[in-house]
């Protein structure tokens, strides 16, 4: 299993992200339990990765990062 990282604007204000996982492409779930937070890299140019890895060798075929407005 590998690592998943997802580009934010450090200046961005009142979003919600949060991570899904699928089987499908049909059906997502949230990542909560499934995948844990990894770290996060400032690029220096307001930005930053944010990286996501799964937990206790758990796999998931499809994962999203779901962006709402708080």
Known sequence: PG???FRRNLRATG?????ETSGDLLNW???DG???FAGE?????GTAM????PSN???SLYVRQR???E
């Open 34 to 36: 499934i995948w844990e």
């Open 29 to 31: 779930q949230s990542a």
């Open 67 to 69: 962006v709402s407005i």
């Open 50 to 53: 944010f990286s996501f890895r």
């Open 41 to 45: 890299e400032h690029l220096g140019d």
């Open 15 to 19: 979003l919600d992200f949060e991570l």
């Open 3 to 5: 690592v998943v990282a």
């Open 57 to 59: 060798g758990t796999s």
